[in-house]
């Protein structure tokens, strides 16, 4: 095992978040391994630019809520072929909307991929990292899922039902030296801070007492932290990126 090459899974890794956090695992020495569901250009410019400063990447396409073709995946590509450094559930949806006119399939939706998602992976890089007797995962949950948050019904209880997944995987894991955490981002830059009109933006920026959103690679910091041997006894914790905004 020894032989292998450590490597990072980064679920949703083609821009974003995910993207800042692939980046940040490839300047940490991590080959990294990136899924993506559609935008295939933007998986491989995500590689390209790891590559481009020296690091090693690939991308693969991967619907993460489809326990057969994630086992596949890791049959294919990760069992015995590299060393699982490190998992990083990542991908995610929200298709928001208030309790009273959501659709089933927009619950399902946001569950399958945000929830369902996440376990599947956490299952099957669990029956490796438990061999091999180390290995970091961690889940990206919200503040959504702390808090709760108005017209995200769906997106809050999959990220609540992620911590409580991390907690119980911890727990299961840490005989075998896996360890579990999460982190949970506040408001961070996006496209969605970008398009808010500035009275919405002040009263976001009114309740953070460091009076500035996030950016992603404060996200990618504390992934990094998690993963590091810095970290090997820290297990089953949410770590909050939110500039002191708490519920």
Known sequence: MSDLV??????????????????????????????YASKAADAEAVVAEIQAAGGQAKAFPLNVGNAEDVAGFFQAEIKDKVLLGALVNNAGITKDGLILRMKDEDWDAVLGVNLRGPFICLREAAKIMTRQRQGSIVNIASISGQMGVPGQANYSSSKAGLIGLTKAAAKELAARNVTVNAVAPGFIVSDMTDALDDKTRDQYLSQIPLKRFGAAEDVAKAVIFLVSENATYITGQVLAVNGGLYC
């Open 6 to 35: 450590s490597t990072a899974l980064v679920t949703g890794g083609s821009r974003g978040l995910g993207k800042s956090i692939a980046l940040a695992l490839a300047r940490a020495g991590f080959q990294v391994y990136l899924t």
